[in-house]
């Protein structure tokens, strides 16, 4: 069982940044892909990016690539969330999620494909 706990979120100007950090508990942190959704009011939960378990490979979605960027301290269990020029379409509720895959590359980009979520952070970007 692992419990995920989202920090960072606030408000920021458009073109401001922000870092998320997502503190995991357990021992076994390096074998869990890690990833952002975010959902807004009104709309769908979204996929943002996510992490392999050693840090080697990652997958963002189409609308931050660029922009944000997701790292992670293995030593320190915690996934990062770096997001630069801010939008006002960034505003939403940030979700951190973690799958278990031991021993292999795990980079599903669907909500479904997560079964630890935290509790959401809310990023709100002013225009």
């Known amino acids: 069982q692992v419990q995920l706990v989202e920090s960072g979120g606030g408000l920021v100007q458009a073109g401001g940044s922000l870092r998320l950090s997502c503190a995991a508990s357990?021992?076994?942190?390096?074998?869990?892909?890690m990833g952002w959704f975010r959902q807004a009011p009104g709309k769908e939960r979204e996929f943002v990016g996510i992490?392999?378990?050693?840090?080697?490979?990652?997958a963002y979605a189409d609308s931050v690539k660029g922009r944000f960027t997701i790292s992670r301290d293995n030593a320190k269990n915690t996934a990062y969330l770096q997001m630069n020029s801010l939008k006002p379409e960034d505003t939403a509720v940030y979700y951190c999620v973690a799958r278990h895959a031991p021993g292999y590359d795990f980079l599903g980009s669907r909500s479904y494909d997560y079964n630890y979520w935290g509790q959401g952070t809310q990023v709100t970007v002013s225009s």
């Open positions: 357990g021992r076994t942190f390096s074998s869990y892909t």
């Open positions: 992490i392999s378990g050693s840090g080697a490979r990652n």
